[in-house]
């Protein structure tokens, strides 16, 4: 069963909001076995929106809205409806008390424009709206099912998971599989790249079906079933996992949808080690995707953001030699990785220390490209490890896929 979601507010197309109601819609959907093959957004115009819902019975067997039943002139949505199917709308008489008792029980008085958050249109079922006061709507015509909801997701999500969700099950999915869903986690490899590595798997997908996309730092593959249960489908995806780990065991670090922070903090926090970390170029930003992980404490015990060479000096010990002079490697270089991450360590009396220097841009520093980003692993009784990275992109994208990437070469040395 194919579905489109259609989103009703000019405000929505001027990127004021931001349209969260389709992703909430979609997941919920999913998990009915429903399939969501479009999401539309239309402004608040009565004939591109009676075109929209000409163009969705076309093509989709279940027709969701959301947005445009409030009181103003530019709410049309039941307006829209009403004409596509060829019906009058009226008050409804409940949804009308319901309206009235909200502004009596304030000692507010009700202006007419609030009557027409009561309006239903001719032979649908209302849906009450026990958190606002616009009334939503279901119904069954021709083979489609319509579901009206509110813009507003406080009023919108307990609608549909308390009335249009029984609904829905009532009279259209009486046949219909659920769609299970698994998150593969990977990091230390493009989103190209991956594809590439999967392709035979991608390009023979039947059931499981595999989706890849990406994130700035990470990948994520997202494989798919429909099944009858819960176990039916664990079974199915598992065996598509584990052939999916098998190409790519140095890159996927979990089967379910978390940050790689923190599967980090959490394993660190349960073996007991401790992290602490110098940054030069990410100015902390390490330090705030460690931090930002609730329960944190329970590992990293501090770090310092040593920006400039008199920091890297007085804080961390490191050579002059080794920053200023006519033969020094420089700030952005190997050797000053190495110390940054030894002396934290030691500073910190941690079992890790990270550490972070290069060219995050827009210009060269020291003569050097931007991009060009060293990090340091120190771990306590184990030669230190340093990784030379070689970006691209903009500050902001710099500094984070290098945050990124020492995160990634942390997992490998606790695997």
Not at 188 to 202: A, P, Q, R, T, Y
Not at 392 to 415: F, H, M, P, Q, S
Request: aromatic share 6%; proline share 5%; with cysteine.
């Amino acid at each position: 069963m194919k579905a489109e979601i259609i989103a009703v507010g000019t405000e929505l197309l001027l990127g004021q909001i931001v349209n969260s109601n389709a992703q909430f819609l979609s997941v919920e959907l999913a998990a009915l076995g429903i399939d969501v093959y479009f999401q539309t957004v239309v402004g608040d115009n009565l004939n591109r929106l009676k075109q929209a819902i000409e163009i969705a019975q076309s093509r989709a067997d279940v027709i969701l809205f959301t947005g445009g039943i409030g009181p103003t002139e530019d709410d049309l949505t039941k307006d829209g409806l009403a004409a596509a199917l060829g019906r009058n709308l009226h008050i409804d008489t409940l949804a009308m008390e319901h309206v009235q008792r909200f502004f009596d029980e304030r000692n507010i008085f009700m202006t007419e424009n609030n009557r027409k958050q009561a309006l239903m249109v001719e032979g649908t079922t209302p849906l009450p709206n026990e958190v606002g006061l616009a009334v939503g709507l279901a119904h069954a015509h021709e083979g489609k099912f319509y579901i009206v909801l509110p813009g507003p997701p406080r009023e919108m999500k307990p609608m549909f998971t308390d009335k249009a969700k029984p609904w829905l099950l009532q009279h259209a999915l009486t046949h219909e599989m659920p769609i299970y869903s698994r998150m593969l986690k990977f990091a230390g490899i493009g989103e190209s790249l991956l594809e590439d590595k999967l392709i035979d798997l991608i390009r023979n997908q039947t059931d499981p079906t595999i989706a890849p996309y990406a994130k700035e730092g990470e990948v994520t593959v997202r494989i798919s079933t429909k099944a009858p249960s819960e176990q039916e489908a664990s079974e199915k995806l598992s065996v598509l996992e584990e052939q999916i780990r098998g190409i790519l065991p140095e890159h996927m670090y979990a089967n379910i949808d978390i940050p790689l922070e923190k599967l980090l903090v959490d394993r660190m926090i349960n073996t007991g080690l401790t992290l602490s970390a110098a940054e030069s170029c990410t100015g902390g930003l390490l330090m705030e995707s460690i931090t930002s992980i609730p329960g944190s404490s329970g590992m990293f015990l501090g770090g310092i953001v040593c920006y400039s060479n008199e920091m890297k000096m007085k804080l961390l010990n490191v050579p002059e030699a080794l920053l200023e002079g006519k033969d020094a490697p420089g700030a952005v270089s190997r050797e000053v990785a190495e110390v940054l991450a030894d002396q934290v360590r030691l500073i910190a009396d941690s079992d890790f220390g990270l550490s972070v220097t290069g060219v995050a841009g827009p210009g060269s520093s020291e003569r050097k490209p931007v991009g060009l980003v060293y990090i340091g692993i120190a771990e306590r009784g184990h030669q230190t490890e340093v990784f030379e990275l070689n970006l691209k992109g903009t500050r902001d994208n710099i500094r984070l896929r290098t945050v990124k990437a020492l995160l990634y070469r942390l997992w490998r040395r606790l695997e």
